[in-house]
């Protein structure tokens, strides 16, 4: 059974930053790509970053240079280290993993106040 536990979220003020975990369960965490989405309140859900198995990232324009996304295959756990915030970075963030279908885990709100 795949399971996905996110982590770490909160509330900080504009140019603060916030590190997330995601600790995965039930699947071959070295050979599989992790990403990051997020929701924000009444938007659609988007991409943030990935990392393959190999360690290769791409993170979408928004957060470029701002976030670093990475991976400890011991722990089976992937991150997201979020710096310079802005307001804008308010959403729900759910780490995502696609096999023979999308998983995702339950969450965790980040809410970057002015």
């Known amino acids: 059974q795949v399971q996905l536990v996110e982590s770490g979220g909160g509330l900080v003020q504009a140019g603060g930053s916030l590190r997330l975990s995601c600790t995965s369960s039930g699947i071959s965490f070295s050979l599989i790509t992790m990403a990051w989405y997020r929701q924000a309140p009444g938007q659609q859900r988007e991409w943030v970053a990935a990392?393959?198995?190999?360690?290769?990232?791409n993170y979408a324009d928004s957060v470029k240079g701002r976030f670093t996304i990475s991976r400890d295959n011991g722990k089976k756990s992937v991150y997201l280290q979020m710096n310079s915030l802005k307001p804008e970075d308010t959403a729900i963030y759910y780490c995502?993993?696609?096999?023979?279908?999308?998983?995702w885990g339950q969450g965790t709100q980040v809410t970057v106040s002015s």
């Open positions: 995502n993993v696609q096999l023979s279908r999308a998983y």
């Open positions: 990392i393959t198995s190999s360690g290769s990232t």
